[in-house]
T-cell receptor, first 113, second 115 residues
Framework: DQQVKQNSPSLSVQEGRISILNCDYT??????FLWYKKYPAEGPTFLIS?????DKNEDGRFTVFLNKSAKHLSLHIVPSQPGDSAVYFC????????????FGKGITLSVRP | DVKVTQSSRYLVKRTGEKVFLECVQD?????MFWYRQDPGLGLRLIYF???????EKGDIPEGYSVSREKKERFSLILESASTNQTSMYLC??????????????FGPGTRLTVL
């Protein structure tokens, strides 16, 4: 049973436009959500996170929105740049899980020049 | 900066061989993790460890074992490699409580091919 779902495997956007990456979860115990970015042949790197007590967190061009009632979060990238082209993983953690994260399958973002 | 290193970037082994993947972190993190990444399947947790000599099974432990004799080192062992273990293997570490946002720090990965 997949607890973190990224239903769209890929997304293509024009440089300068907004990229919106979606993530849904089923486990109501999750209280922390993270986004990771991964380039080919490299390990994932942390991008941004949000606690379940918030509904928005912003860091430069990256904003994460959380809708707890819908068990849905989204990552907005504005403006998108070609260097943002990568695989993005949504991850979630529950209290007492020893920092164990549950990852989604990832979405491949392509930003066209 | 946190640094997580993995012993090899690329590895080619034959079916039936015993394979060791080593991971070292330099930030005194308590938790260490082994994942594999496959196209369309995302990151799947194989094993994790929250202390020296402690280990817990993740979602896909079959065919793997782990060893954590020292806090900074976490080894993944394929007792008898099979072709379906061809994958990208990623090691990660994190700190209990003090690290912000439950962040895990990843190594560069080892691309293992089993022939």
């Amino acid at each position: 049973d997949q607890q973190v779902k990224q239903n769209s495997p890929s997304l293509s956007v024009q440089e300068g436009r907004i990229s919106i990456l979606n993530c849904d979860y089923t486990n109501s115990m999750f209280d922390y959500f993270l986004w990771y970015k991964k380039y080919p042949a490299e390990g994932p790197t942390f991008l941004i996170s949000i606690s379940s007590i918030k509904d928005k967190n912003e860091d430069g061009r990256f904003t994460v929105f959380l809708n707890k009632s819908a068990k849905h979060l989204s990552l907005h990238i504005v403006p998108s740049q070609p260097g943002d082209s990568a695989v993005y993983f949504c991850a979630a953690s529950a209290p007492g899980a020893n920092s164990k994260l549950t990852f989604g399958k990832g979405i491949t973002l392509s930003v066209r020049p | 900066d946190v640094k997580v290193t993995q012993s090899s970037r690329y590895l080619v082994k034959r079916t039936g061989e015993k394979v060791f993947l080593e991971c070292v972190q330099d930030m005194d993190h308590e938790n260490m993790f082994w994942y594999r990444q496959d196209p369309g399947l995302g990151l799947r947790l194989i094993y994790f460890s929250y202390d020296v000599k402690m280990k817990e099974k993740g979602d896909i432990p079959e065919g793997y074992s782990v060893s954590r004799e020292k806090k900074e080192r976490f080894s993944l062992i394929l007792e008898s490699a099979s072709t379906n273990q061809t994958s990208m293997y990623l090691c990660a570490s994190s700190s209990i409580g003090t690290a912000p946002d439950n962040e895990q720090f990843f190594g560069p990965g080892t691309r293992l091919t089993v022939l």
